[in-house]
Every structure is written in structure tokens, then in C-alpha cells.
């Protein structure tokens, strides 16, 4: 196969977007991905945006990692792509929207919003309405959302393009469902899917970076299957599942910017698209620090750099003593460090075997929660300081608000392990904690207004800075770490 052909596959999918964050997005999908796992579907999800947590809850369900897409980090073709190499390997995808429908970055625009993500995968749309305390109000709603997809001229137009073939209306009665789903479907061009009343034994509680994670909520996967048992008697599922057979195929392509890297772009033997031969041996193993308090990564950031030729290590700053053994490199990743800052400390030879790591030369990556843990002292959620790793010099303290939040295109000031002056990445800060070493190897500009900022220590062999990278954003930074990693491997081997 000619790599940079397309292909048109076929790659049944909803969305289930909202009006509004707080509609039950995220209990519904879980409760839905459950109900189709339990009639032996195959299904892959998806989280539409920068979240974390929400696709650990999918996972929960469906076993495997749930993916995150997002328009802002990648162009349309990159986004398919990412989009397509999953879903090829299920029956069906499910993806859960992020906020309101159509709200994107800058306030005022729809770009990287739930809707532009349906409008670049062709998805069709079922809207969560929460419709407790309403009744013929919600057909109102519903046409609002109809009648409101961006277009040349502004807001408004054919109901076609804002993708919403399918409503559920969430907490509500099977009364008032009863009365209200002839009159939606005789008044507006969409299937009303089922309701879901309200149980107020499934609300998922909330903490100050968002849902608390799975493994912290008692009895979840009990919850979620009686959950799943409602919901297929609320629900039209059968409708659901003919909604997602009815999307159409989409053409796919390899990225040219994977181009500059064969090992990326392998097929098998029969030509399969995606469904790469297994890479040579492993280049580099790298640790990885998963825990309870370092959870945030994205999935595809992970396969990358297997894909790329390393083996990943988990390790846990928490539990473990040292490092794993023969690694080349490390990666820590965001989380709760602040809610394990005590622990963390006491677990002293771990932070001697991270210092020995740094001090011989390692590289290494740290975001947000990994760059607090790598500091001299920080701060837990009751202002208590605690010696941590000492890597890096200064102190993280607790802030009273988000501090530098939202999407940042980051360009390189200077030199450093992942290339030159000048390079970018796309990225995001959401951390209500701040250093007094932030650092300025890179420049931060928000994408829409004059926000900027320097951040993120970086030298020949490290990076570490609040800001969540996206590596598909720009391979090249994935790619330059493992190398980095190799020739430490072989420094280390002479």
C-alpha cells in the first residue's frame, strides 16, 4: 500500500454531547458503555477535549484505555487519523462531549468544541438534555441546539449541520417522557432515545481539578451495572445502535508529518491500515511514575513512544522504594501529588533514586503534578510544606484559584531535549497549585487574546513545567526524547 493513499472505512459511532457541563454526560456514557459491554459489543471510547478522568471512568467499564480527541491539539487529518486507528479494532465508538455542545476556546468560537469534533469525524449526535423541572421547554431547547451549528455566516442555519439526530432526556419520569417524545418527534427532525430518571445513587462526586477517579468511589462497578440495567429499560439502545451504523464512512490518511518516521507507518502483511507488524526490539525502556497520585496521561502520548521504539516501566512514587531496574529514561506524569504530599515524602529512598536518576544524566519528562513532585518542597491542600525529590530547585505552594488555565501553543525559547529555538507544541495548564521555579525554556500564548507567559525548565536531557503536552501535536518532540533515551542507553553501555 502506497502510504499517503486514502482509505474509506466504514467505523459505526456516536457522540453523546450536552447543552451544558453538569447534564450527565459522563454518568450516562459510563452507564451506556456498560449496557453495550454487557451485550458482548466490542466498543472503544472517546473523550472529546483535554480531560483526564472521564476517560478512566470509560476504561473502568470497557476494560480498555479510552482515548481523548481533540481539535485543538490536531489538525482534521491528524484528528481522523487518531480517530480511525482505535476504532477500527470495535464494533463501535463512543464519544462523550466536553461542556456545552458547542462551546470551544476563546468564549466565542466553536473550534475544538464537541460539535466541530462530530463535524470532523462525521459523527452523529445524541444530546443529553437535562430535563428535570421541564417539560415542553425542552423541545425549545432542542431547537435552539438544532437550529444554532456555526456556518460562514455565523450562528444558525440547517438543522443538518449541528449532527443531532438523537435526544435523551436526562432526569426525568417515565411520565413525562411518555407525553413529551411524540411532540419532540412531530415538532423536530430527531429520535428521542429514552430518558433517564434521577438516582441519586449514581452521582459521581467532584474535588477541585474535577471528578474524583474511579478506584476513589465505593462499590463503582456495582453502581454501574445497575446503572446499566436501568438504562436498558429507559433507553432505546436498539436506536442508538442504528443511530451509530448509520454514520457514514470516513476517508482516512496517514499524517505526513508520521511520514518522517517509517516505524509509524508499518502495515501488516495483508495491507491492513493500521493494524501494524510489531516493531523491531525495544530501543530504550522508560519509567513511568502511575499511581494514585500520578494518573494523568494520555493514552496516545503513551503508544507513542512504544511505537516509537520504547518499553514503558510503571513505578509508583508512592509504593515503590527505587526506580525500576535498567531504564533509560523517566516520565512523570500529572495527578494528586498534593493530596499525597506526606506520603510521598516519607517514602525517602524512591526520592534518592529519582535524585541519583537526574544527577547521572537521565532524561526526563515532568508535567504539573510530576514537575511539583520534582521540586525542593511542596505544599499539600492544607498548606503544610514537604521535601520532595529536590531536582529541581524552589518551592510549589497552594494557590486560592486555577492559575494559567486553558489551551497554549508553546514555542521553544532555547535549546533543550527536544530540539531547537523556535519548535512548537501544543499543550494545556489546569493546576491551582504554582512554583517560584517555573522556569523559561519555553513561551506559552493562549490562541485567542494577548495572554503569554514563559514556563517549563528544559536543558539538553530534561523538560518540566506545569503544561500537559500533546504529543501528536508535533512527533518530533516523542521522537527526540526516545533518541535522547538511546544515547543515554549507550553512554551507559561504554
Request: one cysteine or more; glycine letters at 10%.
Given at each position: 500500500m502506497i502510504m499517503g493513499e486514502k482509505k474509506n472505512l466504514r467505523l459505526p459511532r456516536i457522540m453523546l454531547a450536552a447543552p451544558s457541563s453538569g447534564s450527565g454526560k459522563t454518568l450516562i456514557t459510563c452507564g451506556l458503555l456498560q449496557a453495550?459491554?454487557?451485550?458482548?459489543?466490542?466498543?472503544?471510547?472517546?473523550?472529546?477535549?483535554?480531560?483526564?478522568?472521564?476517560?478512566?471512568?470509560?476504561?473502568?467499564?470497557?476494560?480498555?484505555?479510552?482515548?481523548?480527541?481533540?481539535?485543538?491539539?490536531?489538525?482534521?487529518?491528524?484528528?481522523?487519523?487518531?480517530?480511525?486507528?482505535?476504532?477500527?479494532?470495535?464494533?463501535?465508538?463512543?464519544?462523550?462531549?466536553?461542556?456545552?455542545?458547542?462551546?470551544?476556546?476563546?468564549?466565542?468560537?466553536?473550534?475544538?468544541?464537541?460539535?466541530?469534533?462530530?463535524?470532523?469525524?462525521?459523527?452523529?449526535?445524541?444530546?443529553?438534555?437535562?430535563?428535570?423541572?421541564?417539560?415542553?421547554?425542552?423541545?425549545?431547547?432542542?431547537?435552539?441546539?438544532?437550529?444554532?451549528?456555526?456556518?460562514?455566516?455565523?450562528?444558525?442555519?440547517?438543522?443538518?449541520?449541528?449532527?443531532?439526530?438523537?435526544?435523551?432526556?436526562?432526569?426525568?419520569?417515565?411520565?413525562?417522557?411518555?407525553?413529551?417524545?411524540?411532540?419532540?418527534?412531530?415538532?423536530?427532525?430527531?429520535?428521542?432515545?429514552?430518558?433517564?430518571?434521577?438516582?441519586?445513587?449514581?452521582?459521581?462526586?467532584?474535588?477541585?481539578?474535577?471528578?474524583?477517579?474511579?478506584?476513589e468511589i465505593k462499590d463503582l462497578k456495582q453502581r454501574l451495572l445497575e446503572l446499566a440495567d436501568n438504562l436498558e429499560q429507559t433507553l432505546d439502545i436498539d436506536g442508538i445502535l442504528e443511530l451509530a451504523e448509520s454514520a457514514p464512512a470516513l476517508d482516512i490518511s496517514v499524517p505526513e508529518r508520521l511520514k518522517e518516521y517509517p516505524g509509524l507507518c508499518r502495515t501488516d502483511e495483508a495491507g491492513c491500515f493500521f493494524k501494524e507488524q510489531p516493531s523491531a526490539k525495544k530501543r530504550v525502556r522508560i519509567g513511568v511514575a502511575r499511581d494514585e497520585a500520578f494518573c494523568f496521561y494520555y493514552e496516545d502520548n503513551l503508544e507513542l513512544l512504544e511505537r516509537l521504539g520504547a518499553e514503558l516501566a510503571e513505578f509508583s512514587p508512592l509504593h515503590d522504594r527505587e526506580l525500576p531496574e535498567q531504564i533509560q529514561g523517566l516520565l512523570f506524569g500529572g495527578g494528586y501529588p498534593e493530596l499525597y504530599a506526606e506520603q510521598l515524602s516519607r517514602n525517602t529512598s524512591m526520592l534518592v533514586s529519582v535524585r541519583a536518576a537526574a544527577a547521572a544524566g537521565m532524561p526526563y519528562l515532568a508535567e504539573c503534578g510530576g514537575f511539583m513532585y520534582l521540586h525542593e518542597t511542596m505544599e499539600d491542600m492544607e498548606g503544610r510544606s514537604w521535601p520532595m525529590a529536590g531536582v529541581l530547585p524552589g518551592h510549589v505552594r497552594k494557590t486560592e484559584r486555577l492559575g494559567r488555565f486553558g489551551y497554549i501553543t508553546l514555542t521553544?525559547?532555547?535549546?533543550?531535549?527536544?530540539?531547537?529555538?523556535?519548535?512548537?507544541?501544543?499543550?494545556?495548564?489546569?493546576?491551582?497549585?504554582?512554583?517560584?521555579?517555573?522556569?523559561?525554556?519555553?513561551?506559552?500564548?493562549?490562541?485567542?487574546?494577548?495572554?503569554?507567559?514563559?514556563?517549563?525548565?528544559?536543558?539538553?536531557?530534561?523538560?518540566?513545567?506545569?503544561?500537559?503536552?500533546?504529543?501528536?501535536?508535533?512527533?518530533?518532540?516523542?521522537?527526540?526524547?526516545?533518541?535522547?533515551?538511546?544515547?543515554?542507553?549507550?553512554?551507559?553501555?561504554?
Open positions: 453495550l459491554v454487557n451485550r458482548r459489543k466490542n466498543v472503544i471510547s472517546f473523550k472529546c477535549g483535554p480531560d483526564y478522568i472521564d476517560p478512566m471512568f470509560h476504561r473502568n467499564v470497557i476494560g480498555t484505555p479510552s482515548r481523548n480527541l481533540d481539535p485543538f491539539f490536531t489538525d482534521e487529518e491528524m484528528t481522523r487519523y487518531l480517530f480511525a486507528r482505535q476504532a477500527e479494532k470495535a464494533e463501535l465508538s463512543v464519544m462523550e462531549g466536553v461542556m456545552g455542545f458547542y462551546d470551544g476556546i476563546g468564549g466565542v468560537t466553536a473550534r475544538a468544541s464537541s460539535w466541530d469534533l462530530a463535524r470532523i469525524t462525521e459523527t452523529p449526535v445524541i444530546l443529553v438534555v437535562n430535563a428535570r423541572g421541564m417539560s415542553l421547554s425542552a423541545a425549545a431547547l432542542i431547537r435552539g441546539f438544532l437550529e444554532s451549528a456555526p456556518g460562514a455566516s455565523g450562528i444558525g442555519g440547517n438543522p443538518e449541520d449541528s449532527r443531532i439526530r438523537g435526544v435523551i432526556l436526562n432526569q426525568t419520569t417515565a411520565s413525562v417522557y411518555a407525553l413529551l417524545k411524540g411532540e419532540i418527534e412531530r415538532m423536530l427532525p430527531v429520535k428521542v432515545l429514552g430518558y433517564v430518571p434521577r438516582m441519586t445513587d449514581c452521582v459521581i462526586e467532584s474535588r477541585h481539578l474535577g471528578l474524583v477517579t474511579p478506584g521553544a525559547n532555547q535549546p533543550q531535549i527536544f530540539g531547537n529555538a523556535g519548535e512548537q507544541i501544543r499543550a494545556h495548564e489546569f493546576h491551582y497549585f504554582d512554583s517560584s521555579h517555573n522556569g523559561g525554556a519555553f513561551h506559552a500564548q493562549k490562541p485567542f487574546g494577548k495572554r503569554n507567559w514563559d514556563c517549563i525548565a528544559a536543558g539538553e536531557n530534561f523538560a518540566a513545567g506545569f503544561p500537559h503536552l500533546y504529543y501528536y501535536s508535533n512527533p518530533a518532540f516523542a521522537a527526540r526524547f526516545t533518541e535522547k533515551c538511546e544515547k543515554y542507553r549507550e553512554a551507559s553501555e561504554h
